[in-house]
């Protein structure tokens, strides 16, 4: 049984930073493709930001320069960086990875960005 518990969701100042992780147990995800969603309230699922397993990187357009996506396979968990976070950054982030067809989320971990 995989999961994938995200942390570091919280309250923060406009401007602000926080460093969400999505730690994964039950199975090495090394091989697996591995992203960060988030859904906003009345709003679709959206993609923020995706790493391969051999590292490389896309972002949404939102976000790129402000967010960092890394992953450390030894300790089998990923990690969203976001600096200059803005009010519609708020969210629940949800972490995702996939291999062919074997899709796994985690919960969410809601970020909200707020004066």
């Given amino acids: 049984q995989v999961q994938l518990v995200e ?49 490389s990187t896309n972002y949404a357009d939102s976000v790129k320069g402000r967010f960092t996506i890394s992953r450390d396979n030894a300790k089998n968990t990923m990690y969203l960086q976001m600096n200059s976070l803005k009010p519609e950054n708020t969210a629940v982030y949800y972490c995702n990875a996939h291999l062919s067809v074997i899709n796994y989320w985690g919960q969410g971990t809601q970020v909200t960005v707020s004066s």
């Fill in 7 to 55: 942390s570091g969701g919280g309250l923060v100042q406009p401007g602000g930073s926080l460093r969400l992780s999505c730690a994964a147990s039950g199975r090495i995800l090394s091989n697996y493709a591995m992203g960060w969603y988030r859904q906003a309230p009345g709003k679709r699922r959206e993609l923020v930001a995706t790493i391969t397993s051999g590292g």
